[in-house]
T-cell receptor, first 110, second 114 residues
């Protein structure tokens, strides 16, 4: 069964606004990754955060991880129309392969 | 760089027909995966291969078989297609197995079983 659950399922914002997506998971993990999927395309890796890290940045992306709450968030600052996509969290653990959530659909309107 | 290449991109099958989805990676990755993606379900793991010569079942293996032909290639076979197997199939590869490195995905195969 899926490990991660993204929230919200869908998010609609205006260009320039920030977008925040959350991911909750059930069991202990070694690391957590975020992926983007443009419509009709494969997934593209965005960022990986390890269980001993609390925050990580990559360009306009900021990821936080709270292992005590078993949750992570992805913040996209100053959103652009090109950020319109589905975003997935994926967890890695000692005895399991990479397991994906159901995703958040982000729509950024010009 | 090609990365992960899947063929075909689209396929329509009749119920009961068989087919093989091909996947090849040129990144010298040890681990390869097959996922299916259905609306509202996210990605679910069908089979994976930790290294050349090994394969293991994932979350939804029924109705599928796989072959890790060599380090580069990992194929998915549907022996007798069913409408429930209508889905988008993604192949992926990574250096490590436990999600400790990023995974690279192919562009997907959109399969319709009628």
């Amino acid at each position: 069964s899926q490990q991660g659950e993204e929230d919200p399922q869908a998010l609609s914002i205006q260009e320039g606004e920030n977008a925040t997506m959350n991911c909750s998971y059930k069991t202990s993990i070694n690391n957590l990754q975020w992926y983007r999927q443009n419509s009709g395309r494969g997934l593209v890796h965005l960022i990986l955060i390890r269980s001993n890290e609390r925050e990580k940045h990559s360009g306009r992306l900021r990821v936080t991880l709270d292992t005590s709450k078993k949750s992570s968030s992805l913040l996209i600052t100053a959103s652009r129309a090109a950020d319109t996509a589905s975003y997935f969290c994926a967890t890695g653990a000692r005895y399991s392969t990479l397991t994906f959530g159901k995703g958040t659909m982000l729509l950024v309107s010009p | 760089n090609a990365g992960v290449t899947q063929t075909p991109k689209f396929q329509v099958l009749k119920t009961g027909q068989s087919m093989t989805l091909q996947c090849a990676q040129d990144m010298n990755h040890n681990s390869m995966y097959w996922y299916r993606q259905d609306p509202g379900m996210g990605l679910r793991l069908i089979y994976y291969s930790a290294s050349e010569g090994t394969t293991d079942k994932g979350e939804v293996p029924n109705g599928y078989n796989v072959s890790r032909l060599n380090k580069r290639e990992f194929s998915l076979r549907l022996e007798s297609a069913a409408p429930s197997q209508t889905s988008v199939y993604f192949c992926a590869s990574s250096t490590g197995l436990r999600g400790n490195t990023e995974a690279f995905f192919g562009q997907g195969t959109r399969l319709t079983v009628v």
